[in-house]
């Protein structure tokens, strides 16, 4: 089966791509491209499927970056493969050769590119990355390279959307707490229950960081099983895990 790939104008002349479902080994609920070896599938299969999306990038596998993901605030310069698992969300290079890449699976995947100056970015942003700075964070990592705001276009792909992000009111006290004005990115649901923008949340970080040229693909993860893993999808359906959708970038 073909892979299927998610690309923006915004991004366009730098090889990118948030990849679907589509094209993948794996079986049962990880049915399809599952990239996330943190997942109980099996470890060759989800190689396998690292390999197609390596491939498709024009790249060997040993060149598709990623991090150990751990919802913090951090970014990392990647100048090459990594030796080691790194714990981050964020990562940066301006190295050609090299794709660097994150997990989701309901969280953001955000993909950067400054063409003129030859830096590229990737973070994951959940709402707890997003709301300590991870996208922030990862700018910064991109000006230390070069890159400038002001040239920087960055991509939000396929998340979960406000109608399908259901939280309590100490979720929502959270973002006031920083900011009074989060509260725009929540609406009333059924009784003390709200729902939450994490796309709108991330697209106005990028633009109070500077990004003018920001946007959302607007697929979200929750609606559209065939297509994409969503982790709170597979809670409520009472499954025992949930596959890990990959997004990436290269020079």
């Known amino acids: 089966m073909t892979l299927e790939i998610i690309t923006d104008p915004a991004l366009s002349g730098t090889q990118h791509g948030f990849f679907t479902r589509a094209g993948g080994a794996s079986s049962g609920v990880f049915r399809g491209l ?40 951090d970014a990392i310069t990647v ?32 993909l950067f590119a400054d063409r003129a100056a030859g830096v590229i970015g990737a973070a994951h942003a959940g709402w707890q990355g ?15 390279l070069g890159a400038s705001r002001a040239n920087i276009s960055a991509v939000i792909g396929p998340s979960i959307s ?17 900011d009074q004005a989060y509260a725009r990115f929540f609406v009333q649901g059924r009784g003390d229950r ?4 994490l796309p709108g949340f991330g697209l106005d970080q990028l633009r109070r960081c500077g990004v003018a040229n920001a946007s959302w693909t607007r697929h979200c993860t929750y609606d ?14 009472k499954e025992a895990d949930y596959g890990r959708l990959i997004a990436a970038i290269r020079l």
């Open 130 to 144: 997003a709301l300590d700075g991870v996208l922030e964070a990862t700018l910064h990592k991109m000006e230390e």
């Open 79 to 110: 100048c090459g493969p990594l030796t080691r698992p790194i714990k981050a969300d964020g990562l940066v290079t301006a190295t050609p050769g090299i794709a660097i890449s994150v997990l989701t699976a309901d969280c953001q995947p955000v």
């Open 194 to 197: 709200l729902h939450f923008d």
């Open 224 to 237: 559209d099983a065939e297509r994409f893993f969503s982790y709170r999808r597979s809670v409520h359906q």
């Open 34 to 73: 599952n990239c996330g070896h943190g997942s109980s599938d099996q470890d060759d299969i989800v190689s396998i499927n690292r390999e197609r999306v390596a491939a498709a990038l024009g790249l060997t596998a040993d060149r598709l970056v990623g991090v150990h993901q751990v919802h913090s605030a």
């Open 162 to 178: 406000q109608r399908n992000y259901e939280v309590g009111p100490e979720f929502h006290d959270r973002f006031v707490a920083v």
